[in-house]
């Protein structure tokens, strides 16, 4: 799985969610190749954005030499996630920044079309919770971010927004394999 920018992704969904979202890949981290990966398969996944929800087209590419397949995930989604990058932050700053309550939350959000239930929001910020100590060890480890001990969850929030959530995570992705909503690691 690669996260991969590709500029205005919701503006192209929304206008036409089965675009060809491909761009060429140079290099396989899998076996140090050092020429482009070529197309291979592509898949669909929903995507569920402010505006609306729709099928999108996932290319993947292989490595011509290890045969290695790796899926180019937009960086404004998050991997195994319906709901894009965007809509999970957003409900995330509504709850832990701006302290919102769910029910209210579910409301606001009414009027977009995430729709949210209580299970996802329950869901997301359970997960979220369970990666603090990781984030909190990329902000000061990459980012040079030192937080006041103990961490508040309110604080690595403002910061991911400070650091504009699409480069948080690809960076995030990129710096420790896995994406800041992921399962936690077992200890
Ligand atoms: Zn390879």
């Known amino acids: 799985m690669l996260l991969t920018n590709f500029p205005n992704f919701i503006q192209r969904i929304i206008k036409n969610s089965e675009e060809d979202f491909y761009q060429v890949i140079n290099g396989c981290a899998n076996c140090n190749y ?3 990966l070529h197309r291979h398969a ?3 996944r929903t995507v569920i954005c402010k505006e609306i929800t729709a ?3 996932i290319q993947r590419v292989i490595c011509p030499v290890c045969r290695k397949t790796h899926a180019l995930i937009p960086s404004d989604l998050i991997p195994y996630f319906q709901h894009t990058l965007e809509t999970v932050v957003m409900l995330l700053e509504m709850l832990i920044v701006k302290k919102k ?3 209210r939350i579910i ?6 079309n995430p729709c949210f239930s209580l299970g996802h929001i329950t869901f997301y910020i359970n997960r979220f919770k369970s990666n603090i100590d990781n984030i909190t060890y990329y902000l ?3 980012c040079e971010i030192f ?3 103990p961490v508040r969850d309110s604080d690595i929030v403002t910061q991911i927004l400070n650091l504009k959530p ?3 995570n690809v960076n995030y992705f990129l710096k420790l394999n896995r994406s800041f909503m992921d399962t936690p690691i077992k200890k």
């Open 42 to 44: 592509s898949y669909y």
């Open 147 to 149: 937080l006041e001990i």
């Open 101 to 103: 309550y769910y029910t």
């Open 34 to 36: 050092a020429g482009n």
């Open 140 to 142: 000061r480890v990459y």
């Open 55 to 57: 099928r999108v087209k």
């Open 166 to 168: 699409k480069y948080f």
């Open 107 to 112: 409301e606001d959000l009414n009027i977009i």
